[in-house]
Structure formats: C-alpha cells, structure tokens
C-alpha cells in the first residue's frame, strides 16, 4: 500500500440561506467554506475523500484558507502528514504543520480555516479506518463506547420581521413535533417586557422551565444581564446563555453570583487558552453551568481534545460540553467523547446545519449513521454540495 | 464643497523581507498588505488618498480585507462614514459600518484587516485638514500638544544562522550608533546558559541593565518563565517581554510575584476586550510595567482609543503603553496621545518598519515630520510601494 497522501484539496464558498437575526447579526449575508481534502487511498473501489465546512456564525474564510492553510498542507512533505502506523493520515501532526509560522494569540478567523480542513481530515481518517467517526473516536478518546443516540435541543426563537407569539409558539411546536424536548429562544433583540412575554408564550407550551434556554448572543452589559437575570430566574430555564460579552469574565461572574439555575457560554471562544481563561476567571460552576466551545470554529477536533484536557484538570467534566453549531462534526464529537449533547437548528443554516436524513430525533436524543466518516454522505442536501467539490478534477 | 466620499480602495500583497527568525516564526514568509483610500476630496490640487498597510508579525489579511471590509466601506451609504461637520471622513463612524455583521470575541486576523484600513483612513482625515496626524490626535484626544519627540527603543538581537556573540554585539552597537539608548534582543530560541552570555555580552557594550531589554516571544512555560526570570532579575533590565502565551495571565501574574523589574506584554492582544482581562487577571503593576498593544493589528486607533479609555478607567496611565510594530502610525499615535514611547526596527520590516527618513535617532527619540497624514511620504522606500497604489485607475 503506498503511504497516504493528501493529493489535492478543493474549496468552495457556499452561501447559508437563511432570513433569520440574532441579537448581533443578520444571517442574510453568511456564508460558508466547503472543502474536500483528495488522498491517494482506495477504500471500496474509490479514492478517499474527506469532506469539511465551516459552523455557522462566522464568514467562510476562503482567502486564510487559500493564503495560509491549504498551501502549507500541499506543500508538506507528505511524511510528515501520517501517523505512527503509516497506514493513515494524522490530524494531530497536520495541525502543526497547519500552525507553522503562525504567532500565539489571536484566535479568531484563522481558527475556522484550520477547523475546516481540521473536519475534512478526521472525515478522511475515519474513511480509511473504514469507521464511522464517533466510533473511532470512543475507541481512541473516550470510555471505548461511543453513546448511540445523543441528546441534542432545538435552537429557534430568532427575531423575524412580523414574527409575533403565534408564529414563535408554532415553531416551537414544530420542534417538538420532531421529537425535541428542548428548545431554545433569542433574548436581547427585543425590551425585557417583550422578551419575558415570549418567554411566557413558549412555557405555556413546553410546561417546565427546564425544558426552554435563552440566548442573548453577548449584547448584554451588566446591567441589562443582572435584570434579565432577575427576571427570569423563577422560570427555572434550561439555561442562560452568553448574557454579555464572550471575553467580559467579570460580568459572567457577577451573574453566577446572583442566578442560580444554569448558564452557558463560549461559542464565540475559539481556543483552549480562551476557554482556560474562562474556567478560571469567569466563576462557571462545574456542577451545573454548560460550556458551547464549537470545535469546527476553534481549530477542529485536535484543539477541541486539548480543551477536554485542560477543562478535565481545571476539575469540570466533558459532560458539561454541549457544542455550539449544530453540525455532524459535533455530533460526531459528542457521542465519541461522551460530551453532554449537541445543537441542533432544525431547518435553518442548509445545506450544514442538521443531521443524517434517517435519523429522527426522540424524545430528544438523535442518532448517527454507520457509516464510514462523519455521515455527510448520509444528508442529502449536504452531499449534494460537497460531492461535485470531491469530483473536481 | 461635495460631501466627502470614498471612490475606490485598492490594495496589494507585499513580502514583509527580512531573514531573521524570533521563538516562534521564520519571517522569511511574512507578508503585508498595503491599501490605498481614495476620496473625492481636494487638496493641493490633488485628490486625498489615505494609506494604510499591516504591521509585522501577522500576515496579509488580503482575503479579509477583499471578503468583507473593503466591500462594506464601499456599498456603504457615504453619510454613514463623515462626521458631524460633514466635511470628513469619521474613521469611528467607518469603524461601525465595518464590524456590521461581526459577531464578538474572536479578535484575531480580522482584527488586522479592520486595522489597515483604519491606519488609511485617519491618513486621509489628517490629509483633509492639511494636519500632522499627531497633532490631530494631540488636539482631539490628547493634551492638546503632540510631543516633538518620541522614544524608541531598538528591537532586534534575532536568531540568526551563524551569528555568535561578535556579530550580536556589532549589531547592538550599529543601533547606538544610529542614536539609540536602549536596545531590545530575543531570548527563548536558545538554551538559557546561551542566552544569559549573549544578554551578558550586549551589557558589556551598554553598560547597564536598563537598556536592554528582553523579549521571549511568549514561547515559555510556567518553569521556563521562572528560571529565566531568576536568572536575569539581577541585570535589572529594562523589561522581561511576554515571557509566557498571551493569553496565559495566571502565568504572567505568577511571574510578577517574583520578578521586580519591569515586565512587558500585550502585542497578541487585539481587541480591548483582551487588554482589559489582562489588566483585571495578569497582576501587571501600573507602576513599572509596558503595554504594548500595537493598534496596527488590533482593529486601528479607534479601538486603540477604547483600550486606553479602558486601562485609565482601570487605573493605568497611558504613558505605559510602547506600542509594538515600529511602524510611523504608533509612532504617531504615541506622540499625539502621550504614550511611553514606540518600537522600532532599525532596517528591518522594511519598507513597512521605522520613521520618515529625514528624522534621526539623538539620545534615544526620534522626531516626526510636519507633513499632512501619517508621513509616508517622508519614507522614500515605503512611498515607493504606496505611490503607484494610490495612482491606480
């Protein structure tokens, strides 16, 4: 068998259709990175082809990917691209090829470029192992078994023009029709007032607090945090999320002082130093808040596994990882690790966002393909997309 | 008068030439980006056109800049970018219109981007009122006297192959030649016996401690920090420069528990988001500590003026910060606002590193010429590479 090489890498930039807004920004203009990483290894008659894109929230980053990291994997020499065995591509050492030349500090942007091809590779390793992803992670990084079906919520609640409590309440009910437990609701992009009546619409439908989470995607200064805080508090919600800015640990502390059910961040925290920083400074509490890092936007799974390390020696277990993005790289990411649960956007963020077409989810928990790689050949309107891009001459 | 308007953007990808190598990169790769705003706006019988370019140590952000900023400045509508007197550009105002659509956290590479075209735009703003740029910025944000004079210190003392304890020595005299008084060399990219003679042999040529500083290129872990620091606390140098990652303030806070002279850090910090957790997180003592942001990389003056709102509201003085980049708009910004001092890189970075070429180096400060704009015109290599950009049809 010839040693595995990377023989050639396409990309694409892919609009993410979708009307929706957050609290800071219109999804109208998002846009996507697709790449598919090309090998020289036959598995089942055809040449290995490993898929990646970027989590929604942040621009495709075409030209990082086209100015840095993609010259500097094709230039590699290949031997420094594979692991012990010789037999497979590794991640680990092509993200240190990936980060050559490239000065500590600063992570954003480039982090996304690095996770896109991070994804496609860890697609194209598990293809050659001839496994499904979540299962050679089990086997490599977690308990040896990867979970079956894991717990994913649905996150909506976006402020539309003309969306009033009717519509908000069918969506959710959308969701739960799908086999959901738990939602997810905006807050921020409208008064206090406004919001708790949305709220209010959404518990009268789900019944328990617990079973809806807010988000105020980072606008909230402290005030504004602290009475939202207070106002919602008795509601008892699934949880809190991102109440002020992603790196104002200060005010994240001053929350956890005062509101006691759980909150959640770090979405928009894209290394293993930024989310240390927020374990130590930030005043999470282990035993109940969440922690969203999105392992596609921080560098990938190579980072991601960095970040276990150091949450799991900081004293917080994986279970409190639920991941921003609500992709199949995530999932994937959960059930192998043994992370708390996943994302999910029903029906918004296509091609990307969602999961394999066969599996449904009940009673909130979601399955994944057994397939080899992460299952992108398994969605549709997803493969639809990365396949022509694998097929480029 | 017609409103003042912005007509057209170009910009360029220029290799930053240089052979040298710091702990962390080879520079041998390093680009720049180098734009050119154009305006409507006469003066002199020419048409305004700011300039602007990256600083070192992080790449062109041409996919960036061509992505998403240069386009959001010009599909703006053009009263969203003057100020309130309606006869120049508002740079605060531009600032806005190109984070439209940016989610928070994740200040890197962007950053650089924004940073570029912030420098071209307060390069025009000054050029429209026929003013210095430091002494705008004396005038709006300072004492409203810009210094005439800056100090500067001379970084270099770079690995290089081949080069011993002479040649260190030779260089470090070729700056006090220049009118330098105190000199800045790498450490961390030897072992520490080796670095403490070639620390030991630039003392024998300046005499004392405090002028010569050291620069770790934040390679160290937290043992490596101390031992360095252990070593060379009886030098009393003039600062220990990020000894540690950027992002790792519990080391920097340890280091400053046992170390007492002066400690220096805060060029991977880009946002002020990022300066002000080090400052709440990292121990750093106002009393004797550098910062040094380099407003180049950390989305321009305008958020440059935020992070120094930010550390005086924190109880730090501005007079701390020597920003990093050796570049003619920190120096600027230094004079205008009344900070410490600059970098400089005597010869190196070029044509992007150091100041107009009529103004020498005597005792340690360097002066600034009283042209319109930043003074690139002053630096005959430098406006070689803007001149035919701006020319561009």
Same mark, same amino acid.
Do not use: C
């Given at each position: 068998m010839p040693t595995p090489q990377i023989t050639a890498i396409h990309d694409a930039v892919v609009p993410i259709k979708s009307s929706i807004r957050n609290a800071? $920004?219109?999804?109208?203009?998002? @846009?996507?990175?697709?790449?598919?990483?090309? @090998?020289?290894?036959?598995?089942?008659?055809?040449?290995?082809?490993?898929?990646?894109?970027?989590?929604?929230?942040?621009?495709?980053?075409?030209?990082?990917?086209?100015?840095?990291?993609?010259p500097r994997l094709l230039e590699a020499d290949p031997g420094t691209l594979i692991d012990a065995s010789g037999d497979n591509l590794d991640p680990a050492r092509a993200w240190d090829v990936m980060m050559t030349g490239e000065k500590p500090g600063?992570?954003?942007?480039?982090?996304? =470029?690095?996770?896109?091809?991070?994804?496609?590779?860890?697609?194209?390793?598990?293809?050659?192992?001839?496994?499904?992803?979540?299962?050679?992670?089990?086997?490599?990084?977690?308990?040896?078994?990867?979970?079956?079906?894991v717990w994913v919520y649905a996150a909506g609640g976006y402020y539309e023009p003309d969306k009033g409590l009717a519509e908000l309440q069918a969506?959710?009910?959308?969701?739960?029709?799908?086999?959901?437990? @738990?939602?997810? $609701?905006?807050?921020?992009?409208a008064p206090l007032e406004e919001d708790l009546r949305r709220i209010e619409a959404v518990l009268e439908l789900v019944g328990d607090g617990g079973r809806l989470a807010v988000d105020a995607n980072g606008r909230f200064n402290l005030d504004e945090a602290l009475a939202y805080a207070e106002a919602i508090a008795p509601y008892g919600l699934h949880w809190y999320e991102e109440a002020g800015d992603p790196l104002d640990f200060d005010l994240q502390a001053e929350l956890g002082k005062v509101y006691?059910?759980?909150?959640? @961040?770090?979405?928009?925290?894209?290394?293993?130093?930024?989310?240390?920083?927020?374990?130590?400074?930030?005043?999470?509490?282990?035993?109940?808040?969440?922690?969203q890092f999105d392992p596609a936007l921080s560098y990938g799974l190579v980072e991601y596994l960095r970040t276990i390390d150091t949450l799991e020696s900081l004293g917080w277990s994986r279970a409190q990882c639920v991941p921003h993005g609500g992709h199949q790289f995530a999932l994937n $990411? =959960?059930?192998?690790?043994?992370?708390?649960?996943?994302?999910?956007?029903?029906?918004?963020?296509?091609?990307?966002?969602?999961? =394999?077409?066969?599996?449904?989810?009940?009673?909130?928990?979601?399955?994944?393909?057994?397939?080899?790689?992460?299952?992108f050949e398994a969605k549709a309107n997803l493969w639809a997309v990365m396949a022509p891009l694998g097929a480029r001459a």
């Open positions: 800071f $920004i219109d999804f109208r203009q998002m @846009t996507a990175s697709v790449v598919a990483i090309v @090998t020289n290894v036959e598995r089942g008659g055809r040449l290995v082809v490993g898929y990646g894109f970027n989590s929604n929230g942040r621009y495709a980053p075409a030209g990082l990917l086209n100015e840095r990291f993609i600063g992570h954003g942007e480039r982090s996304v =470029a690095v996770g896109v091809l991070d994804m496609a590779l860890w697609d194209a390793v598990a293809k050659i192992e001839e496994r499904p992803l979540h299962e050679l992670l089990a086997e490599r990084y977690g308990n040896g078994n990867a979970a079956e079906r969506e959710m009910q959308g969701y739960l029709d799908l086999g959901y437990d @738990t939602v997810k $609701i905006k807050i921020g992009g006691r059910p759980p909150l959640a @961040t770090g979405e928009n925290l894209f290394s293993h130093q930024d989310a240390r920083n927020l374990i130590r400074y930030s005043g999470m509490r282990p035993d109940r808040d969440i922690l $990411i =959960a059930a192998g690790l043994g992370l708390g649960g996943n994302e999910s956007y029903p029906d918004v963020f296509q091609p990307f966002g969602g999961f =394999a077409d066969s599996e449904r989810v009940v009673d909130g928990r979601v399955g994944l393909p057994r397939i080899p790689g992460i299952g």
